[in-house]
């Protein structure tokens, strides 16, 4: 019976769970320094994405199948 091969690791920054977290923690900083997104796009879009995150975070943690490395090679 063959062995399961361990996938390659990927570099960090090419990992779709750090972009989208990246992506929420600088919106959420130009938030809490401006306030200037919660009246642009309303309430029911800052709630749904208050929620939705911890959702998007957790179907990408599934989808999951590599290792990430911070160099490569």
């Keep these: 019976m063959p062995r399961a091969t361990k996938p390659a690791s990927k570099i960090w920054w090419r990992s779709r769970t ?3 977290n990246a992506l929420a923690a600088g919106l959420v900083a130009l938030e809490a320094g401006t306030g200037l997104l919660q009246p642009l796009v ?3 879009f800052y709630m749904a994405v208050a929620v ?14 590599q290792a990430l490395t911070r160099r490569r090679g």
């Design 18 to 20: 750090l972009q989208v």
């Design 52 to 65: 939705g995150l911890p959702v998007i975070n957790a179907m990408l943690r599934v989808v999951t199948r």
């Design 42 to 44: 309303g309430d029911r």
